[in-house]
């Protein structure tokens, strides 16, 4: 009954009606529980009526994998993070601006008007959940597969494989598979306080132990069919007999798996980045809830046990990514 329940709620909140009251009503929590209520009526049709909706993969969508994420103030980083997954196989990006004041919008104006870039302005507080759930239901069937990521976290195929072909293979071994849980790698400051040139992939190069607790968490990369919404930025409510599941075939229930797989496909994760940047990141504010984050997040996360240079691997000169530069960045000790 408590299985039901949940996809009833997640059919609910994902629902297109349901989002848009979100939309208007802000960051009411007292409001938002009211219409949940009063509304899941939505969802209990929905979830009868996929009974009888097919859940198979399309075979030729009209671009195989797309990205979803929420961002506030983050230009400095769009460039490089778009590019990067551009030149792994992403074709379709679904970019939420959260009442950024940087620029965000005139900055990717040209992606926006070659279509790898979808804008959505998107006000309030704790709306990362709204935009997961806005990409999966108004975009979901243009995709194979949409991942659900921040700017923060970057997609690396440690086996040297094109990405889509690994998910390809990932849902085929795994046929009860609605999503891939890609597993964090928490990267730290590499000793840097402040924020120095070179771009996050080819600065930050020092890391935690692959069993390090946090990197237990996932994020998801799912098949938009078989998900009825995300009640959590880390995972999804699946459809029928589906779930999520790692590489290694570890079937994840929540937002942490029991094992850290980094086999095929793993999450990097440059949580602090350097010490002025964590303050900034900290005055953003966290786009799942009301709080600030605390100080001591920064000591938790500032993890460089291990020397890890294979995302200079990543940016081949002759790719593409013309709006990257290869920035140096000055070797450092680990902190």
Known sequence: ????????????????????????????????????????????????????????????????LAVAAIVK????????????????????????????????RELLQPLIADGRVVYHRLSGKQRQIDAYNLALRKYGRLHRYIAMIDLDEFIYVTDGKRLVDRLDDFFEMYPNAGGCALNWAIFGSSGYREKPDGLVTQTYLHRSVQDFPKNRHIKTVCIPERVWGFPNPHYAVYRRRYGAFTFSGERVEGAMSNTVDWSSVRL?????????????????????????????????????????????GAWDLDGGGEDVRRDGAEDVEPR
């Not at 504010?285 to 020397?307: L, Q, T």
């Open 1 to 64: 009954m408590g299985k039901l329940v949940r996809k009833i709620m997640a059919a609910t909140e994902s629902s297109l009606p349901v989002l848009r009251m979100f939309d208007r009503l802000g960051s009411r929590p007292n409001g938002r529980r009211i219409i949940r209520l009063l509304f899941c009526w939505i969802g209990l049709f929905r979830v009868i009526g996929g009974i009888f909706s097919s859940c198979r993969k399309k075979s030729a969508p009209d671009c195989a």
């Open 268 to 312: 990097n994760h440059y949580f602090t980045k350097s010490y002025s940047e964590f303050l900034e990141k900290r005055s953003r504010g966290m786009a799942d809830n009301a709080d600030i984050r605390a100080i001591s997040d920064f000591e938790a996360h500032d993890i460089n046990d291990v020397s890890d240079a294979g995302m200079m």
């Open 73 to 104: 103030n983050e230009a400095p980083y769009l460039n490089e993070w778009i590019s990067y997954h551009i030149r792994i196989g992403v074709g379709k990006f679904y970019i939420f601006d959260n009442d950024s004041t940087d620029c965000t």
